[in-house]
């Protein structure tokens, strides 16, 4: 589509530089115009010419006035065009126009400059037919049909005269047919069969090219606001997300990288990148941060309006990271730790672990919990959402295991608060652990690692482990641990011991046989066979394994069938554990009566003696 039909060169813009036309011109034409554009460039043309296309140059002329000297200068008439779109360049365009007599070149370069300075000119079909405004409109016409690189050279011509090119919807345009061309290349691909790129691969996948993202390289080299344009045409025509998701990682990799951010891993401390940009020029620093916030809020903003899944979770914690360590605005974090909320389940401990901006030397902790705290919490909105359907039960017993390594691998830090440790203990319903074993490991190292914090506090935390859902190891690993107290042990083997009953007398009462006799007003224990004094003879039968047995028997003379010994053998080796817990106890208490009693010695020795030297 580039044809060269004689168009008059753009010359390097110089102070206040005269330009005239070429001589042959000049000897036909009388140069009584003067043209001065931004008070930068002054050009010396013909009045007939350029009023013969110029609505607005007819105007001037017809209303300047010419100078009081009487020399052929003084004949000249002087316009002043300020603020004209496009600059110097794009008037002499239009002046070559003039002078060419409609001849001049429309390239997809600078047909968005022409169409600026015709608009500026008035430069329309009552002036003159087949003007330039025309001309362009005609040009911009077949956008569809351009190729690849006309399309993005006729993008990049938009950026000096971007407000008229939007007026006119050249940007529009130029947008759309640039995304049907992406669009269309992607769905030969697909036809093609061409394998789609694993959900893992996304982030490495984000710096290098393939058959898919050829266009990542061009679209990136747009300003920001034309890159803008380019994906939300995009989402119109239909494109997959995960690509677009994919192209925008691309391009805050490389922009970000151009304004002197090094990309960080997702284990990169936020707080060292940021301690490294201030060791830069004050000036140039925040000049360049104020940009790379730019581009990062822009980036944020087009990732939240694709679908729920199109960027993984740990793409989205880099870029939290990232947000962080060039201190974007709180509003941005704020829409990262949503997006991340929503497939927090997920996410692994590696993510989680976000480091404090306060250094552990001067008193803050390791890893900041806050944000933890504020993206478990834009996983439940979502999860109890009436409109979520993506996240089910599984997810959020995955989340659940998460969070308790995650407590697990926090409780050691000695500038981490009790508090915020049970707020993340208990930020998640209870159905979200199907044991409570590793909460009850986090709280019991975090009492190791912080013996001198007080027995309220350490009580409210221990009180956040459901003892009912612990597994045997753990009650007996209770009953042997010196951090927990004797209430709390006790009330473990309590509650496991009810948990045992109930998990005997749960195949009995849920038995096929035995749901047809039971009788809604009598205590599931009593069935109708049964005559009050076989039941209250069995209730005088003390002990676990006689209860087990007991149950066991009522069970086999109701059913027709034998009963699986393995049910007897599990509920013996229950007591078996139980007993053996309440031993440990009972030695535990009287361990501690020991002590107490000595203490007790010891303190009315010490009185006495006291009174003794007095």
């Not at 940021?274 to 620093?285: V, Y």
């Amino acid at each position: 589509m580039q044809r060269t039909i004689g168009a008059i060169p753009t010359r390097s813009p110089q102070s206040m530089a005269r330009q005239r036309l070429p001589a042959a011109r000049s000897r036909v034409l009388d140069n009584d115009l003067e043209v001065e554009i931004d008070e930068e460039h002054i050009f010396v043309l013909s009045k007939r010419q350029m009023a013969k296309y110029s609505g607005r140059a007819r105007h001037l002329i017809a209303t300047s006035s010419t100078g009081a000297a009487g020399s052929r200068k003084s004949k000249r008439q002087r316009l002043v065009l300020r603020d004209f779109p496009g600059g110097a360049p794009a008037f002499e365009m239009a002046a070559s126009f003039c002078y060419s007599g409609g001849q001049l070149e429309i390239a997809p370069s600078n047909v968005a400059v022409l169409r600026a300075a015709a608009d500026e000119l008035v430069m329309t079909e009552d002036i003159s037919a087949g003007n330039l405004v025309s001309r362009t409109e005609e040009a911009l016409g077949g956008v569809d049909s351009w190729q690849w690189q006309d399309l993005v050279a006729a993008l990049k011509g938009c950026d000096s005269v971007l407000h008229i090119a939007e007026n006119h919807r050249i940007v529009q345009r130029l947008a759309f047919a640039t995304a049907g061309k992406i669009s269309s290349s992607i769905e030969l691909l697909h036809t093609a069969g061409e394998s789609p790129m694993s959900p893992d691969q996304e982030l490495r996948a984000s710096t290098s090219l393939s058959p898919r993202t050829w266009w990542f390289t061009d679209v990136c080299g747009l300003s920001m606001y034309l890159m803008e344009r380019v994906v939300r045409a995009l989402f119109t025509v239909n494109v997959e997300h995960r690509y677009i998701s994919r192209f925008l990682l691309y391009y805050l990799k490389t922009s970000l990288a151009s304004l002197g951010y090094s990309w960080v891993s997702s284990r990169h401390s936020a707080s060292s990148a940021t301690g490294e940009s201030e060791g830069k020029d004050g000036g140039s620093r925040e000049d360049g941060q104020q940009l790379q916030c730019e581009v990062m809020e822009t980036i944020v903003s087009l990732l939240g309006h694709l679908e729920p899944g199109s960027t993984t979770c740990r793409s989205l914690f880099v870029i939290y990271r990232m947000a962080v360590g060039i201190e974007s605005s709180k509003l941005c974090r704020s829409q990262i730790e949503r997006m991340i909320g929503l497939q927090l389940h997920n996410a692994t401990l590696d993510n989680l672990l976000l480091p404090s901006s306060t250094s552990p030397r001067s008193g803050g902790p390791v890893y900041d919990a806050d944000p933890v705290l504020r993206l478990l919490w834009y996983f439940l909105k979502s999860y109890v959402s009436e409109n979520s359907c993506s996240i089910g039960e599984e997810a959020l017993i995955k989340l659940g295991t998460l969070v308790d390594m995650y407590l697990s691998e926090v409780a050691p830090d000695p500038h981490l608060h009790p508090q915020k440790l049970l707020r993340l203990a208990k930020v998640l319903p209870p159905w979200s652990r199907v044991t409570d074993d590793r909460l009850y490991r986090a709280v019991d190292i975090y009492l190791e690692a912080h013996p001198f914090i007080r027995n309220a506090e350490a009580l409210s935390l221990c009180n956040a482990v459901n003892y009912q859902k612990l597994s045997p190891k753990a009650c007996a690993h209770i009953a042997q641990n010196p951090r927990f107290p004797a209430p709390v042990a006790v009330r473990t083997l309590l509650a496991q011991k009810e948990l045992r009953k109930q998990t005997v007398s749960s195949p009995v009462n849920n038995s096929p046989s035995q749901a047809k006799n039971i009788d809604p007003g009598k205590s599931p224990g009593k069935s109708p066979g049964k005559s009050p004094q076989k039941i209250d003879h069995h209730q005088e039968r003390g002990g676990e394994e006689e209860e087990a047995s007991r149950l066991l028997d009522a069970e086999q003379q109701q059913q027709a069938g034998p009963i699986d010994p393995s049910v007897y053998r599990r509920a013996l080796m229950q007591n078996e554990e139980l007993r053996w817990g309440l031993r440990a106890m009972q030695t535990k208490v009287t361990n501690l009566e020991k002590m107490c009693k000595s203490m007790r010695c010891e303190v009315v020795e010490s009185v006495r003696m006291k009174g003794m030297i007095c």
